[in-house]
C-alpha cells in the first residue's frame, strides 16, 4: 500500500530543511525545530494540520516581527533555490506561513507572495487576503495575470477561483465573478499549459454559479484558437455532464438527430460489493445526414438515505455517419473509493445521447 501524502514530511525531510534553515539563518537551532516538529501530536496529524505546523516551527525559530520574519523566509526559500531543491507541494507549509501571521502586514505579504509562489503556490494562503480587502487584492491579482513568471500568472487565476478544492470558498467571488474575468482574458492565450489550465478550471468553477455567463464567454472565445478552445471545453464540463441547453447548443451538440440505441445489456443484474458490472449497446445514426453525438452513461447511485443520485460519465463524443450502426461495450466498478462510498439496494443506469437518456435499466448492490 502506498504511503499517505502526509508522510512527505519524513524525519529526513525535516532534518534537511533544518538543516538548510540554519546554514542562512545564524539564529536558526536545527535540534530544537525538529524536536518542535515531531511533538507528541504529530502522529495524529493530517496532511495540512502538519504544514501549518511546521510553519510555526519555523515562526518558534524566526524573528517574532513578521516584517522582520519574512525577509528570513525569502532567504530560506533563495537558499532552497540556490542548491537546485527542487519545488514542489512538499513546501506549501512557506506560503501557510504568511497566512498564519501576515494577515495584518498586507503589503509586505504581498509582496512576499509574489516570491513565495515561484517555489511554492499561494493559492491556499491568498484567499484570507482577498477574504480581508477584495478590492486590493484582486488589483494587484490582475497584475500578477501579466507576469513574466508563469507561476505567478498561473497563481493569479489558480487563486481566485471561486470554488478551489480544499480551500476556504469566496463567498463574494461566487456570487459576482466579475472581478476574476480581467484575469481569465489576460491569460486565455497564456502561451503554458499550466496556466490555461488553471483558467479553465476557474471557468468551471463560475459555471456552477452563472452557467449564462460561461456560456456568453465561450461564444466569445471560441475560434480564437486550439488553445482557447480547449480551455471553454474543459471549462464547460460541467455544464456539459448537466447537459446545459445552451452550452450543448454552441458545441453543436442539440438534439438526438435520429439516433437510436438498442441491444442494451447489463451483465449481471445482480453484483456485490467491489465486483464489475459490465454493460454493452448499439448506436445508429438513422438520419440521412452525419451527426456529432455525444454519448453518456448514467449511473443512478444509492445513497445511505435511500434516495438515488445520479452521475454521469463520458463515453465518447464524434462524428457518426448516417445509417451506421456503432457498438459500446464498457464496464464500471462498484468497489469503494475514498471519493465514492457505496450502498446497498437498486441502482440504474441509463444510456445518454447528447444529453437525453435513451434506455435505462435497474441493477441491484449487495454487500
Known amino acids: 500500500m502506498a504511503d499517505a501524502l502526509k508522510?512527505?514530511?519524513?524525519?529526513?525531510?525535516?532534518?534537511?530543511?533544518a538543516k538548510n534553515c540554519a546554514e542562512?539563518?545564524?539564529?536558526?537551532?536545527?535540534?530544537?525545530?525538529?524536536?518542535?516538529?515531531f511533538n507528541k501530536e504529530w502522529e495524529s496529524k493530517e496532511l495540512k494540520q502538519r504544514?501549518?505546523?511546521i510553519a510555526t516551527a519555523l515562526h518558534d525559530q524566526l524573528h517574532p516581527d513578521f516584517r522582520k520574519s519574512i525577509p528570513q523566509i525569502l532567504t530560506i526559500i533563495t537558499h532552497l533555490k540556490s542548491k537546485n531543491i527542487p519545488s514542489g507541494f512538499e513546501y506549501m507549509f512557506f506560503p501557510?506561513?504568511?497566512?498564519?501571521?501576515g494577515l495584518e502586514f498586507p503589503s509586505e505579504s504581498l509582496n512576499a507572495i509574489e516570491e513565495i509562489t515561484t517555489y511554492a503556490s499561494c493559492e491556499f494562503a491568498i484567499r484570507p487576503f482577498i477574504k480581508a480587502d477584495p478590492k486590493k487584492v484582486m488589483k494587484q491579482m490582475l497584475k500578477w495575470s501579466n507576469h513574466k513568471n508563469l507561476h505567478v500568472r498561473r497563481f493569479s487565476s489558480e487563486g481566485c477561483r471561486p470554488r478551489l478544492p480544499w480551500a476556504m470558498a469566496l463567498q463574494h467571488l461566487k456570487k459576482d465573478p466579475a472581478p476574476i474575468l480581467p484575469i481569465l482574458e489576460n491569460l486565455k492565450s497564456d502561451t503554458s499549459e499550466y496556466v490555461r489550465r488553471s483558467v479553465a478550471n476557474n471557468l468551471n468553477d463560475i459555471a456552477k454559479d452563472h452557467p449564462s455567463l460561461v456560456s456568453s464567454i465561450v461564444k466569445k472565445w471560441q475560434g480564437l484558437s486550439k488553445e482557447t478552445d480547449w480551455i471553454i471545453r474543459h471549462g464547460s464540463r460541467t455544464l456539459l455532464k448537466k447537459a446545459d441547453v445552451e452550452i450543448y447548443s454552441i458545441f453543436g451538440l442539440s438534439g438526438t438527430h435520429d439516433a437510436t440505441v438498442s441491444n442494451f445489456k447489463l451483465k449481471p443484474k445482480k453484483i456485490q460489493?467491489?465486483?464489475?458490472l459490465h454493460f454493452s449497446f448499439d448506436l445508429t445514426n438513422t438520419a440521412t445526414t452525419q451527426a456529432k453525438l455525444r454519448i453518456d452513461f448514467a449511473v443512478y447511485y444509492m445513497k445511505s438515505s435511500g434516495s438515488q443520485n445520479r452521475k454521469l460519465f463520458r463515453i465518447s463524443e464524434n462524428i457518426y455517419q448516417p445509417g451506421q450502426t456503432y457498438s459500446f461495450s464498457?464496464?464500471?466498478?462498484?468497489?469503494?473509493?475514498t471519493t465514492r462510498k457505496h450502498y446497498p439496494g437498486k441502482h440504474a443506469l441509463a444510456i445518454?445521447?447528447?444529453?437525453?437518456?435513451?434506455?435505462?435499466?435497474?441493477?441491484?448492490?449487495?454487500?
Open 51 to 53: 504544514m501549518r505546523h
Open 273 to 276: 460489493l467491489g465486483e464489475t
Open 96 to 101: 501557510d506561513y504568511v497566512e498564519q501571521y
Open 24 to 37: 542562512i539563518i545564524p539564529t536558526f537551532n536545527a535540534l530544537s525545530f525538529s524536536k518542535f516538529v
Open 7 to 17: 508522510e512527505i514530511y519524513s524525519k529526513v525531510f525535516i532534518s534537511h530543511l
Open 330 to 337: 464498457k464496464k464500471i466498478s462498484f468497489a469503494d473509493l
Open 352 to 367: 445518454v445521447v447528447n444529453g437525453n437518456e435513451m434506455v435505462t435499466e435497474q441493477f441491484k448492490l449487495t454487500v
